[in-house]
């Protein structure tokens, strides 16, 4: 016998900006801050109403070691893991009075596992998890994405797969003008999640710039991608591309100013920025 659905009610929610410390220049994240009771069809259903790339939903740990779980959703399916809904959502629980097991360190439980989050001054800045594929492209998806760039084969200096939840292909070009020229042809890169990488000159106020793709039937190219930030710091600092920290940016197309820190420490590389609430309030599910 099916038990009857619980009847919805007034949960607590925000709308977080994430990746600036300006309002509506970053990344938004819809974020429902008491998701107990909630099923994965409802939370579905509201994150494909919101419309916006992720929204989440904060509920007790089931690890006894994480200060609270979340699970992560795009408008069609759920992600184990993503980087701008990690900060986002622990910048709504600690707004909302949450109070980490250890000081100055919060552990997220997702999917993909336990993320470790740190308070770096007013940034959040969370560890980035090990990559479940890398490795070389295969030439004719390279020769895809040159052509959905509307560069020639040439000009990817090198590619590599970066996935830690999103199947992310990183592609690096010699500067930040060949990034932001990009006038992408989504139909030609169908089916490829294909982040973008350059340098700007040195003495530059960011070390790179980076725009990321995500072809589909809602082809769309997101404002500041964590995860994907997260993969290509681990791949430019392993192979000596990057220094162990640099500032990147990111949305600069779209009328955004996405900063995003890097900084490796130890055996750990470290993927942060500033959020800002732009929406609090209660929605009914």
Excluded at 93 to 106: K, N, Q, S
Aim: glycine content about 12%; charged content about 15%.
């Amino acid at each position: 016998m099916n038990a009857t659905p619980a009847a919805p009610r007034l949960r607590p929610f925000a709308q977080v900006d994430v990746f600036t410390d300006v309002p509506y220049r970053g990344n938004p994240l819809a974020v429902v801050v008491d998701a107990g009771g909630l099923d994965g069809g409802t939370m579905q259903q509201f994150a494909n109403w919101t419309n916006l790339s992720e929204t989440t939903f904060l509920l007790p740990p089931t690890q006894p070691e994480a200060d609270y779980r979340v699970r992560i959703f795009t408008g069609s399916e759920e992600f184990p893991f993503a980087g701008h809904p990690t900060l986002g959502s622990a910048h709504a629980w600690l707004e909302a009075g949450g109070v980490p097991r250890c000081d100055g360190i919060l552990v997220q439980e997702c999917v993909a596992g336990l993320v470790r989050v740190k308070r770096d001054g007013a940034r959040l800045a969370f560890a980035a998890p090990p990559l479940t594929r890398t490795g070389a492209v295969a030439e004719e998806d390279l020769v895809r994405i040159a052509a959905g760039l509307g560069l020639p084969r040439e000009a990817l200096l090198d590619a590599t797969w970066l996935v830690n939840g999103p199947q992310w292909i990183g592609v690096l070009l010699e500067s930040a003008g060949q990034v932001l020229a990009i006038r992408p042809d989504y139909a030609a890169m169908e089916g490829l999640k294909v982040g973008v990488i350059g340098p700007h000159p040195a003495g530059s106020a960011v070390d790179f710039e980076v725009r990321t793709f995500i072809p589909g039937d809602a082809a769309a190219e997101d404002p500041v991608t964590g995860s994907f930030n997260a993969g290509a710091a681990q791949w430019l600092i392993g192979s000596g591309r990057a220094p162990g920290s640099y500032l990147a940016a990111q949305g600069t197309v779209l009328g955004r100013a996405g900063r995003v820190h890097v900084e490796a420490l130890g055996d750990d590389i470290w993927v942060g920025g500033s959020s800002v609430s732009c929406i609090e309030g209660f929605v009914l599910l």
